[in-house]
């Protein structure tokens, strides 16, 4: 993927991510209405896409090395 395949991939990817920001409880409720009415909403909620992506990249470099490893070894 090129970098303008990237920047086309990320405007599509905003929206949604708008979206679902701001009518998380709604989507929960639509989709998953068990899980809903298990949260307790008082208490607030934070979205962790970055540490999702720090963690995915952690893991891939792991996963690189590894590999490495068993290619050099």
Known sequence: MNDRDAARSADH????????????Q???????PAIHEH???????????KELQQITADHGRCQQRSALRRQVG
Do not use: C, I
Not at 26 to 32: A, G, I, K, Q
Not at 39 to 49: E, I, N, P, R
């Open 13 to 24: 990817d905003s929206p949604w991510k708008m979206a679902l920001e701001g009518y998380f």
């Open 39 to 49: 949260v307790d909403w008082s208490k607030g909620y934070s979205f962790l896409d």
């Open 26 to 32: 709604e989507f929960l409720d639509l989709l998953f």
